[in-house]
Antibody
Framework: EVQLVESGGGLVQPGGSLRLSCAAS????????MSWVRQAPGKGLEWVAN????????NYVDSVKGRFTISRDNAENSLYLQMNSLRAEDTAVYYC??????????????WGQGTLVTVSS | AIRMTQSPSSLSASTGDRVTITCRAS??????LAWYQQKPGKAPNLLIY???TLESGVPSRFSGSGSGTDFTLTISCLQSEDFATYYC?????????FGQGTKLEIK
């Protein structure tokens, strides 16, 4: 059974940093692209970033470029999101998701339960 | 970046109704479009990908169509468990993007 379990969320002040983790199990982690998707309270979904199997290719939404870094450790079956220079608008539930090949690109079948990040003074 | 616009933003319907949700892309995305259902406090659930391919295990009352810039999600006979929020997602180019969502409520 595929499982994705996020951790690391919490309350942080504006300008602060936080590192999210996603522990993966039930599949060969090193064979899949992985992504982070977020959802602000009461709002819609926003794709944040993804990373390829060996970590050599990364993509980001413009609003987090230069502040967030996605990475992975295939030996530990773990995905990470290092978030720096956090802003109030980064407040959201952050989901880890496994990329699925959906006839030409990635959509998402497997998601974690999400971890809440709150940026506030 | 490609902007995805859904309409309507909210919709009231009754069990047994047929409903259609529209998603429009700001530029052509071929058929690289997925639809998700999300219930409160839960992660999204993939319904359809490649604009019209039903994900395994999804009831056949859900269907999708379209290509290029205009897409639709149709639920042919609403069931009580279908009242939720629906999102489209383009995966034609980075950054991937979602529509703002359509909340389907009970009339």
């Amino acid at each position: 059974e595929v499982q994705l379990v996020e951790s690391g969320g919490g309350l942080v002040q504006p300008g602060g940093s936080l590192r999210l983790s996603c522990a993966a199990s039930g599949f060969t982690f090193s064979s899949y692209w992985m992504s982070w998707v977020r959802q602000a309270p009461g709002k819609g979904l926003e794709w944040v970033a993804n990373i390829n199997q060996d970590g050599g290719e990364k993509n980001y939404v413009d609003s987090v470029k230069g502040r967030f870094t996605i990475s992975r450790d295939n030996a530990e079956n773990s995905l990470y999101l290092q978030m720096n220079s956090l802003r109030a608008e980064d407040t959201a539930v952050y989901y880890c998701a496994r990329d699925a090949y959906c006839s030409g690109g990635s959509c998402y079948v497997y998601w974690g339960q999400g971890t809440l990040v709150t940026v506030s003074s | 970046a490609i902007r995805m616009t859904q309409s309507p933003s909210s919709l009231s319907a009754s069990t047994g109704d047929r409903v259609t949700i529209t998603c429009r892309a700001s530029q052509g995305i071929s058929s690289y479009l997925a639809w998700y259902q999300q219930k409160p406090g839960k992660a999204p659930n993939l319904l359809i990908y490649a604009a019209s391919t039903l994900e395994s295990g999804v009831p056949s009352r859900f269907s999708g169509s379209g290509s290029g810039t205009d897409f639709t999600l149709t639920i042919s006979c609403l069931q009580s468990e279908d009242f939720a929020t629906y999102y489209c997602q383009q995966y034609y180019s980075y950054p991937y993007s979602f529509g703002q969502g359509t909340k389907l409520e009970i009339k």
